[in-house]
């Protein structure tokens, strides 16, 4: 059994607490290309450069903090998908980062997308993405959601409770279709990861438990209602996993299902979902999936199992979120202050925090940060990059080495920051979110406009 993975238990997920800060990097101005996006280099002035961008044009021209998406990167990372699981389906997961620009992107690329929201849903509707290639989630869908993804033609609905199903059945009814729908069930296999993420246990919010019998009681639901098509189940393990020991796990126990479908229903289900959730590198020594090598491997468990009991092979659909647009985004500060606490460490003050990145104070994230704007020969200094709102819990970066003489004004990079930051991003402390700007080729495009404090006060009355 892996480390990384495990049957869910009184003790899942825990955080190892920082029982001693990272070594000092041999080379403080190198940019590690495992973590950092693949078009991220230090020009020979010194200055940071994504997508052929000088970091100093994108915030003299932006203004920080600032939200910086590698398109060549995130277009890479799609048709590395596309490509390594060319006879299955691949539908990103728009929680980690969505705006229409993405969308777009993703409609080109032949992917398809996963949506958690009415809102998701719109985004994508709107720039006239297919909505065959869209699957609806959530665990409680309201029915001004569930109707308009009906009306829409969603490609997929994956329903999350019995109420869901009567829901579901009662609006189709009414609307006249047939939704394809997918059963999300909880395996009791999770990602070793943290809490917060970790999503296949029993006792959390998402599916339906395989262990007490409601997924085998929601299958026999959604076969009783001629207006709903059951075509598969569907399940996610967690977030930030390096390698397939948890879905060889979950694949073994929802063959299970597969098979008591059969005996019992006579029903053979053609689509099997086993969710996303692989991680990245976020700091030196960190593992990533090397994505041929995952969906071979995924592939390979899937044909095994349903061999093994005697099923034909369904086809299989993966939901990579961060994975595609995680290492695309880096984060644009500028150094507000800086402050030497002797003795322990010294505290760089950038003029964002948690209010774009909440991560690190939520569950933990680690991140690797540099300083942008010029090389620096002088010694690494032991810092923490910390926000400007009032919490002494608004940290970017807990553990990380600066070079001593950095200063007021000085711009520092946070890597891998294109999931779920702006997607978490909130007005703590009447902050306006920051822009989101696309690089490639030399040129940089707002793609997300960043706020003012005219949209903060819009609609106080």
Same mark, same amino acid.
């Given at each position: 059994?892996?480390?990384?993975?495990?049957?869910?238990?009184?003790?899942?997920?825990?955080?190892?607490?920082?029982?001693?800060?990272?070594?000092?990097?041999?080379?403080?101005?190198?940019?590690?290309?495992?973590?950092?996006?693949?078009?991220?280099?230090?020009?020979?002035?010194?200055?940071?450069?994504?997508?052929?961008?000088?970091?100093?044009?994108?915030?003299?021209?932006?203004?920080? =903090?600032?939200? /910086?998406?590698?398109?060549?990167?995130?277009?890479?990372?799609?048709?590395?998908?596309?490509?390594?699981?060319?006879?299955?389906?691949?539908?990103?997961?728009?929680?980690?980062?969505?705006?229409?620009?993405?969308?777009?992107?993703?409609?080109?690329?032949?992917?398809?997308?996963?949506?958690?929201?009415?809102?998701?849903?719109?985004?994508?509707?709107?720039?006239?993405?297919?909505?065959?290639?869209?699957?609806?989630?959530?665990?409680? &869908?309201?029915?001004?959601?569930?109707?308009?993804?009906?009306?829409?033609?969603?490609?997929?609905?994956?329903?999350?409770?019995?109420?869901?199903?009567?829901? @579901?059945?009662?609006?189709?009814?009414?609307?006249?279709?047939?939704?394809?729908?997918?059963?999300? /069930?909880?395996?009791?296999?999770?990602?070793?990861?943290?809490?917060?993420?970790?999503?296949?246990?029993?006792?959390?919010?998402?599916?339906?438990? @395989?262990?007490?019998?409601?997924?085998?009681?929601?299958?026999?639901?959604? @076969?009783?209602?001629?207006?709903?098509?059951?075509?598969? @189940?569907?399940?996610?393990?967690?977030?930030?996993?390096?390698?397939?020991?948890?879905?060889?796990?979950?694949?073994?126990?929802?063959?299970?299902?597969?098979?008591?479908? &059969?005996?019992?229903?006579?029903?053979?289900?053609?689509?099997?979902?086993?969710?996303?959730?692989?991680?990245?590198?976020?700091?030196?020594?960190?593992?990533?999936?090397?994505?041929?090598?995952?969906?071979?491997?995924?592939?390979?468990?899937?044909?095994?199992?349903?061999?093994?009991?005697?099923? =034909? /092979?369904?086809?299989?659909?993966?939901? =990579?979120?961060?994975?595609?647009?995680?290492?695309?985004?880096?984060?644009?500060?500028?150094?507000?202050?800086?402050?030497?606490?002797?003795?322990?460490?010294?505290?760089?003050?950038?003029?964002?925090?948690?209010?774009?990145?909440?991560?690190?104070?939520?569950?933990?994230?680690?991140?690797?940060?540099?300083?942008?704007?010029?090389?620096?020969?002088?010694?690494?200094?032991?810092?923490?990059?910390?926000? &400007?709102?009032?919490?002494?819990?608004?940290?970017?970066?807990?553990?990380?080495?600066?070079?001593?003489?950095?200063?007021?004004?000085?711009?520092?990079?946070?890597?891998?920051?294109?999931?779920?930051?702006?997607?978490?991003?909130?007005?703590?402390?009447?902050?306006?979110?920051?822009?989101?700007?696309?690089?490639?080729?030399?040129?940089?495009?707002?793609?997300?406009?960043?706020?003012?404090?005219?949209?903060?006060?819009?609609?106080?009355?």
């Amino acid at each position: 059994m892996s480390r990384y993975a495990h049957p869910a238990g009184d003790r899942h997920a825990e955080m190892m607490p920082h029982e001693r800060p990272p070594l000092a990097p041999a080379d403080i101005n190198r940019i590690n290309p495992a973590i950092w996006s693949r078009t991220s280099t230090r020009a020979e002035q010194g200055a940071l450069t994504v997508g052929g961008v000088d970091v100093r044009d994108l915030a003299r021209d932006h203004g920080t =903090p600032l939200y /910086v998406l590698d398109e060549d990167d995130v277009r890479s990372r799609m048709r590395d998908y596309a490509t390594a699981f060319a006879d299955s389906d691949v539908h990103y997961a728009g929680k980690a980062f969505l705006c229409k620009e993405i969308v777009r992107w993703l409609r080109d690329e032949g992917l398809g997308l996963d949506v958690a929201s009415g809102g998701e849903l719109a985004v994508a509707l709107s720039v006239g993405f297919p909505p065959e290639r869209i699957t609806m989630h959530g665990n409680n &869908k309201s029915a001004a959601e569930l109707t308009r993804a009906l009306e829409a033609g969603v490609g997929h609905i994956v329903v999350d409770s019995f109420e869901e199903i009567a829901r @579901l059945g009662y609006h189709a009814e009414r609307l006249g279709k047939r939704p394809k729908v997918m059963v999300r /069930v909880t395996t009791g296999v999770e990602a070793h990861t943290h809490e917060f993420i970790a999503t296949a246990h029993d006792d959390q919010k998402f599916g339906l438990s @395989l262990n007490s019998g409601a997924a085998a009681e929601a299958v026999r639901r959604i @076969l009783a209602l001629p207006q709903l098509e059951l075509v598969g @189940l569907h399940s996610h393990i967690g977030s930030q996993i390096v390698d397939t020991a948890g879905f060889e796990v979950a694949a073994r126990r929802l063959t299970t299902l597969l098979v008591q479908i &059969k005996d019992e229903h006579g029903v053979v289900l053609p689509e099997l979902d086993l969710g996303g959730g692989y991680g990245i590198a976020y700091v030196d020594g960190d593992e990533a999936p090397d994505i041929k090598e995952l969906a071979d491997g995924l592939r390979e468990i899937v044909t095994k199992v349903c061999v093994d009991a005697g099923l =034909p /092979v369904p086809r299989l659909t993966v939901e =990579p979120g961060r994975t595609i647009v995680g290492p695309g985004g880096i984060t644009l500060y500028e150094v507000g202050t800086v402050k030497d606490v002797e003795g322990l460490r010294t505290y760089v003050s950038i003029d964002g925090g948690m209010s774009d990145n909440v991560r690190t104070a939520l569950y933990g994230a680690e991140y690797t940060a540099v300083l942008a704007s010029r090389e620096s020969q002088a010694q690494p200094v032991l810092s923490r990059l910390v926000g &400007k709102h009032c919490e002494s819990g608004d940290i970017i970066v807990r553990d990380c080495h600066l070079p001593a003489d950095l200063a007021p004004g000085d711009l520092i990079a946070v890597a891998a920051t294109g999931a779920y930051c702006r997607s978490l991003a909130s007005n703590y402390n009447y902050l306006p979110r920051p822009a989101v700007v696309a690089v490639s080729r030399g040129e940089s495009r707002v793609i997300v406009q960043g706020e003012t404090e005219d949209d903060l006060l819009r609609g106080q009355l």
